[in-house]
């Protein structure tokens, strides 16, 4: 009886410590995402038009984004390797230092005039777009069972703030400072973020959660090799990963060709701007009522949900003309919801469908998957738009949407909780 009554002790005092961990680690990641945020939301809404400006060139445009994104996926393959090394707190420190050193080189680039130095210096500014992704999986290391997608949400919804008041400093900053203005900006914030990560991101969750200890070592299998092997075993996983490629590629090209459609029709970067910060408050503002509905109703239902959003907003947004600036708005509002159900569901899902001890490499691969899927969206958005249309974009996102809503009205049989 002792002895039992001395390990259910030694559980209760584990649980608290975890539940005390987890607290802090949401805390700092909060914070974390709002300076984050401010500096992503900076460049998705100026970075478009900026290298279009340097480059003369809708199609250079463009590449904006895409190099951002193709940035968060690359660097989104050591940082897989340094939390599995190292822990998280490595990682998210790796990703959102890179991202301050791709912005003093976007200041540089600006400075020069140079649009091939400008598309360099966004993909190392994608290692905050990686960092914040990276964040919300590490909200979910030390989650209580069945609550995965809430401690998510948390961490999608703390970008709300940040990543709706950038594209807003956008327009403010570039009268102020011009465009070296609004990098230097995001600059600045990614530092802060660095440092309230290396600083305040101690026990480490990923140690925590693997050993119960923060004196212990992460397994050292780091290699992505290990997350291919996992997703063919596991038929959960796989569709997780499918619908958040999905839902990631079509927000990425849509939301990053609308900047260029509403300035064909005479929108300023003041009018982009919000339009872009109603996009953001799209994804982020209601994800802890998608995190909550997923751990309620399951994973999959939200995960169809969001594709059926996807497509509305293909519709609405496609149908906009270019001065049909609410319309627009609208359609991209819609496009942020249904990335939102594709993200805070899937990655949940994928979180609990993988060993503790597998997860960084399972991750890391998502986000590369995720990541190079949206930075090739971006890719053929810009030469849509330039060689066709931007209607003609929108139905090549139905073409997305509505093949991976059927998978999933047949994947519903798949053991979700």
Same mark, same amino acid.
């Given at each position: 009886m002792t002895t039992v009554s001395s390990g259910q002790a030694w559980t209760a005092q584990q649980s608290a410590y975890r539940a005390a961990v987890q607290r802090r680690v949401l805390s700092v990641l909060t914070t974390s995402q709002v300076l984050g945020g401010i500096g992503v939301g900076l460049g998705v809404a100026a970075s478009t038009l900026v290298a279009r400006d340097l480059s003369g060139s809708d199609a250079i445009g463009g590449l904006a984004q895409t190099s951002a994104v193709l940035g968060a996926a690359l660097i989104a393959v050591p940082a897989a390797r340094l939390a599995a090394g190292r822990g998280r707190r490595a990682a998210l420190t790796f990703g959102y230092g890179s991202g301050a050193a791709g912005a003093l080189m976007t200041v540089l680039a600006v400075a020069l005039g140079s649009w091939p130095l400008f598309l360099a210096g966004l993909l190392l500014f994608g290692g905050a777009s990686a960092a914040g992704y990276a964040a919300r999986y590490t909200a979910t290391d030390l989650s209580r069972p069945g609550h995965a997608a809430r401690d998510l949400s948390i961490i999608v919804w703390a970008s709300t703030g940040g990543s709706v008041l950038g594209p807003l400093l956008?327009?403010?900053?570039?009268?102020?400072?011009?465009?070296? /203005?609004? =990098? +230097? $900006?995001?600059?600045? &914030?990614?530092? @802060? *973020?660095?440092?309230?990560?290396? #600083?305040?991101?101690?026990?480490?969750?990923?140690?925590?959660?693997?050993?119960?200890?923060?004196?212990?070592?992460?397994?050292?299998?780091?290699?992505?090799?290990?997350?291919?092997?996992?997703?063919?075993?596991?038929?959960?996983?796989?569709?997780?990963?499918?619908?958040?490629?999905?839902?990631?590629?079509?927000?990425?090209?849509?939301?990053?060709?609308?900047?260029?459609?509403?300035?064909?029709?005479?929108?300023?970067?003041?009018?982009?701007?919000?339009?872009?910060?109603?996009?953001?408050? /799209?994804? =982020? +503002? $209601?994800?802890?009522? &998608?995190?909550? @509905? *997923?751990?309620?109703?399951?994973? #999959?239902?939200?995960?169809?949900?969001?594709?059926?959003?996807?497509?509305?907003?293909?519709?609405?947004?496609?149908?906009?003309?270019?001065?049909?600036?609410?319309?627009?708005?609208?359609?991209?509002?819609?496009?942020?919801?249904?990335?939102?159900?594709?993200?805070?569901?899937?990655?949940?899902?994928?979180?609990?469908?993988?060993?503790?001890?597998?997860?960084?490499?399972?991750?890391?691969?998502?986000?590369?998957?995720?990541?190079?899927?949206?930075?090739?969206?971006?890719?053929?958005?810009?030469?849509?738009? +330039?060689?066709?249309?931007?209607?003609?974009?929108? *139905?090549?996102?139905?073409?997305?949407?509505?093949?991976?809503?059927?998978?999933?009205?047949?994947?519903?049989?798949?053991?979700?909780?």
């Open positions: 956008a327009g403010k900053t570039d009268a102020i400072g011009g465009h070296t /203005g609004i =990098y +230097a $900006l995001a600059a600045a &914030v990614f530092v @802060l *973020a660095t440092l309230g990560i290396f #600083v305040g991101l101690r026990p480490d969750p990923l140690q925590v959660a693997h050993l119960g200890s923060t004196r212990g070592e992460i397994p050292p299998d780091r290699s992505l090799r290990t997350g291919v092997r996992v997703l063919g075993r596991s038929p959960s996983a796989r569709v997780a990963v499918m619908a958040i490629v999905v839902s990631h590629a079509a927000m990425v090209a849509l939301m990053s060709m609308t900047p260029v459609h509403l300035d064909h029709g005479g929108a300023g970067l003041g009018t982009v701007g919000v339009v872009i910060s109603l996009h953001i408050a /799209g994804m =982020y +503002a $209601l994800s802890p009522l &998608v995190g909550w @509905l *997923a751990d309620q109703f399951g994973h #999959v239902p939200v995960l169809l949900a969001g594709q059926v959003l996807l497509a509305l907003a293909a519709v609405v947004a496609g149908l906009a003309s270019h001065d049909s600036v609410v319309q627009s708005a609208i359609g991209l509002v819609l496009l942020g919801l249904g990335w939102s159900c594709g993200i805070v569901a899937g990655s949940a899902l994928l979180t609990e469908s993988v060993p503790v001890d597998l997860r960084p490499s399972v991750q890391g691969l998502s986000d590369l998957l995720m990541n190079g899927g949206a930075a090739l969206a971006g890719v053929v958005a810009g030469l849509i738009v +330039a060689t066709l249309s931007y209607a003609a974009l929108s *139905a090549l996102l139905l073409l997305l949407a509505l093949p991976m809503a059927t998978l999933l009205l047949f994947a519903r049989r798949i053991a979700d909780d």
